[in-house]
């Protein structure tokens, strides 16, 4: 018997037929004696609408407004499956985040959950009852609903394992657990058994988009053990066989792997601010502008200086290029750069693996294995558990399947 | 300077432009130095795409599922609404039916509201707010979404204006007021600019459909005054200018009608149990039976006894007339009729009008109208305002138009 939060994500609950196949599975895991718990999201493509509706009304809407109407979506499914429970046989009530007690603070669109009373949903599963709680909203301090933002369904499920003391949270998603890369550009990418929490959060904030950060970030921090399985798959085994991916503490990893996995992201730009003074205070005469206009900034890279000059190059959101180059020439006067070149044609491509901090010479493999390919490294930045480099977006596949042969990943 | 109630049905919010259109009409009764708070209801059509899911995953749905799914479609026109009319420069903010304090009982599916706090609606009020409330929903006693049926935000329109104490309560429809009888059958019908609670009531409830008949018995109950208005006229007029029709107790009616308004409806059916033994407690047990299954019966005539038997008749709405043969059949014995005999091809014509009070003969200029077209009276009912026959359903329009001469209702 193990207490078990299952979340389902919007292509999961897409319409009647896969609502009522996620009815079977929750059944599945309650009729082998667990306690379950049970977080969706909006049917697929619903919050895109309830989005676009308040964006054409107003492309600067109250934010508060927003999470009213956007929420709306998950209430939807949390009723319709708790409906398709109850036909099954199974004790089913659906819950609101207002019903809940999921606490956020009042950052509407973008709120953290602060807290999920959790005793009155346990009483009821130790009963027998399965709650289906509307992922995604919560409460925020001045009564009002709150959304956590795209993706949030999944934070949400971790909260709620984390308050409910869950075993496991189990995402049932679109994909069958984390690979070592993505397999539509090595077809030889392996499922990975287990996945420690950091290297989990290193693969999602460079692109591979399992789970949501931020959710990862609780995971870790309230020591939830997540599973990522696929609810498309023939459904006939209990989530407990433990066929996706477990993304666990690092203790939980016996055989750990130098590197776990090859990540990459399309959506870089590279700015460099050139012939700038080489004095105390200009890194932070650059990028101060920058963080107050909320751009977040990724790799930084500052030249050795020559004549009392430096080059300074960094890395953004692709999506941030435009606001920060008007930012920046906003500056000029202050910072007093000679001109900015900016490049939206690059890729990050990134090792990860806790197996890393034990190692040395993860770098070193990552340098060959590119020149041999012919790949210049345009910035390069490591941390404890990852190397990442900037090269030609046009190398991107070929980097990829280079450092996955490198690292022996290939199944 | 009034305190007024705007209520929008489904037609009127039913796409983004109408909902455009609506924070327009809002906004000029706001500019006009009114206190305004807005109910709406969900967008034309969404109500009943949700209705179909809950149906669809099972015909016998838990009701308090049902009302957490149905609730969302008002959940998103409040905030798209309120929406709307910030980027007016209007001051709004939508309240769902938990945080607007709409107290109701635990009938999901039909709930009655109990209470609603309005204190801080009143006060933003003053402030300046338009507060825009999710109509048709309320929070039951457990905590829990209800909804208030079919039709409900006119009710909680209503109920709000009661509780905010509003000058009026505008209930803003597809139809521009209410009719001397039905435009489609009579052209010459006219726009009543006045009514009284009790002529709305039976015009409602025997067909005129243009408000729901509990709004009306709330309206009457609390002295809130209604007025029925079009979304879809030029609207460069204010509501206060009294252009629809307005629903006030008796006493507001300076020149009362005898007869306000000839009403019809197509969906009776009539029943004629024969043959039963003339004696104390028939009647109960005809119509204990039928009660207990929850049937509603309308007219009911006893014809004169001959033999020690009698004929028994009754109406109902044709929906019920199946269930209703069904139970008579199963209490045939204790009864003891000789046979039942069913007619659906029948319709009831209304005379209605406060005026009939204090005037005698109005029911003879009915008959007598009637017979001059040669249409047969089946069965008769009266009451203090209201004379209704039953008649053969192809004379419908023929007996509508007929009366509506007779009282001198023709524009």
Redesign the interface.
Known sequence: MARIVMKFGGTSVAD?DR??AVAARVKREVDAGNEVAVVVSAMAGATNQ?VA??T???PL??A??????V??GE??T???L???L??RGVDA??W?G??AGVVTDAAHGKARIEEIAGDEMVARMQAGQVPVVAGFQGLGPD???TTLGRGGSDTSAVALAAALHADRCDIYTDVDGVYTTDPRIVSRARKLPRIAYEEMLELASVGAKVLQTRSVELAMKERVRVQVLSSFDDGTSLGGDLRGTLVVDEDEIVEKEIVSGIAYSRDEAKVTVCRVPDRPGIAAAVFGPLSAASINVDMIVQNISADGNTDMTFTLNRADLPRAEQVLADNRDKIGYRELVADKEVAKISVVGVGMRSHSGVATTMFQALAAKGINIQVISTSEIKVSVLIGAEYTELAVRALHTAYGLDA
């Open positions: 009647l609502i009522r309830l509706w308040c054409q009304l107003s809407h109250d508060r407004e927003y999470d009213a109407v929420a709306t209430q939807v949390s009723g319709l708790a409906i398709a109850q036909t009530r659906s609101q207002w019903q009564r009002r609903i």
